[in-house]
């Protein structure tokens, strides 16, 4: 998948496509039929930056999910990810950051990716682009619906989700097509998914339970293999997602090391 082509303040930026197992990209656009035209990055915001953050997170029928932890991530341009401010939504599924800063990690430049999750449910992303003028970003859950066994391959097709993260989707609170899975693991060690197609151009990354991400790689070459840290007794989010086209099928193997 491409990993990045945007016009930034006057200049292009390049980040070149192939297997990245440990550096996480900055957005890429999504084309899509009823998505608005393609946009350059807007320029980050100047360090120092600061402004409170407001919104609601809600699941299934618009109905609000308290208990839910909201973080910001700042996401450097040549990878790399660190947490600005975490806060849990109240009863109302509502959450307050009174001050975020802007972007200020190792890297010349970077972004804000504000998350939301709960155990139970697929977390939720959106690039916070327009930093310190965009606001009131509200984020949406859905229940663990497929979850898949350690150990045994399983079969899945893109579309079936849409997700924004690292690397891909997320275009102006856009998502991409993608597929979700949710896996337990019974013991501390290295998970290992390796993920096989015919057609081959797929991202994949990993959702730890406090909503920040274990690993994020691309490839365009099958088999694919990835590997994350993980903990016993927790539950992860595996998401893949393949390019600009959601009828790609795929195969998934996991096994714990």
Sequence with gaps: MNRLCAAIAGSVFVVACG???????????????????????????????TRGLVGKVT???????????VVVLAVGWYGGTTTEASVMTDGDGMYNMPEV????????????????SKPGY???FKWWLEFPEEADLNLRLQPFTTSIPLGEAVRGQIGESEC???????WYGQRSPCQRYAITVPATGTLEMTLSAPVFNFDVDVVRPDGTFAVYASSSSSPFRVRAQVEAG????????GGW?????FELLTVLR
């Design 19 to 49: 297997a990245s197992p440990s550096s996480p990209a900055a957005p890429t656009a999504v084309p899509a039929a009823s998505a608005a035209p393609i946009a350059p990055f807007p320029p980050p915001a100047p360090p120092g930056t």
């Design 59 to 69: 699941g299934a029928g618009n109905v609000a999910i308290p208990g839910a932890k």
């Design 101 to 116: 800063r802007a972007y200020a990690g190792g890297d010349s430049i970077g972004w804000l990716l504000v998350g939301a």
């Design 122 to 124: 697929f977390a939720d």
């Design 164 to 170: 924004a993260g690292l690397g891909y989707g997320g």
């Design 234 to 241: 927790l539950t992860y989010e595996i998401r893949v997602a």
């Design 245 to 249: 086209s959601p009828a790609r099928e």
